[in-house]
T-cell receptor
Framework: DTAVSQTPKYLVTQMGNDKSIKCEQNLGHDTMYWYKQDSKKFLKIMFSYNNKELIINETVPNRFSPKSPDKAHLNLHINSLELGDSAVYFC???????????FGPGTRLTVT | SQQGEEDPQALSIQEGENATMNCSYKTSINNLQWYRQNSGRGLVHLILIRSNEREKHSGRLRVTLDTSKKSSSLLITASRAADTASYFCATGGAGSYQLTFGKGTKLSVIP
């Protein structure tokens, strides 16, 4: 059973398009996260939800909007994609602060 | 701002040797964690050490924490080719949901 899953695994799209990445966890965790990993492997937190409430909202362009329909799902919608959005996006979940996090396999986004 | 800094950035060793990676951080922490990332995969949690602990073991892994120096080390003993990966430290604050990751150490274990 996959603990944290993301779809799609690869996403290639053109500048200006709108796209979504979906994340699901079956671990029963209350907290979910979105991270961005750049080409230098630096991992930066973007958002976090706890029980469907936004608790971390780092400085990211407002073109990025997370949505948590329930505790097990956290989606990331990106409007008006730009070249600089190209990166690997990871979803993660954790049972609570400040414990270990469980990561999904990542979504490699390429904006052309 | 970035909290952890791993050192070295890259490390290449022969199979069977020990690998040591270091992590330094800037502010007070509740715990420090180490993660492994294989190429093209997500991060996998390896070990968590709390601020009141000095050393922790898990299989071939040994982690130390020196809060006075704001530093931690990860030792992998008797390395294997399968240990080839990037290793990240991450710090967590008390009551904080947020982990702050370092830039990682890329370990290559040559068979």
């Amino acid at each position: 059973d996959t603990a944290v899953s993301q779809t799609p695994k690869y996403l290639v799209t053109q500048m200006g398009n709108d796209k979504s990445i979906k994340c699901e966890q079956n671990l029963g965790h209350d907290t979910m996260y979105w991270y961005k990993q750049d080409s230098k492997k630096f991992l930066k937190i973007m958002f976090s939800y706890n029980n469907k409430e936004l608790i971390i909202n780092e400085t990211v362009p407002n073109r990025f909007s997370p949505k948590s329909p329930d505790k097990a799902h956290l989606n990331l919608h990106i409007n008006s994609l730009e070249l600089g959005d190209s990166a690997v996006y990871f979803c993660a979940s954790s049972p609570g602060p400040p414990g270990e996090q469980y990561f999904g396999p990542g979504t490699r986004l390429t904006v052309t | 701002s970035q909290q952890g800094e791993e050192d070295p950035q890259a490390l290449s060793i022969q199979e069977g040797e020990n690998a040591t990676m270091n992590c330094s951080y800037k502010t007070s922490i509740n715990n420090l964690q180490w993660y492994r990332q294989n190429s093209g995969r997500g991060l996998v949690h390896l070990i968590l050490i709390r601020s009141n602990e000095r050393e922790k073991h898990s299989g071939r892994l040994r982690v130390t924490l020196d809060t006075s120096k704001k530093s931690s080390s990860l030792l992998i003993t008797a390395s294997r080719a399968a240990d080839t990966a990037s290793y990240f430290c991450a710090t967590g604050g008390a009551g904080s949901y947020q982990l702050t990751f370092g830039k990682g150490t890329k370990l290559s274990v040559i068979p």
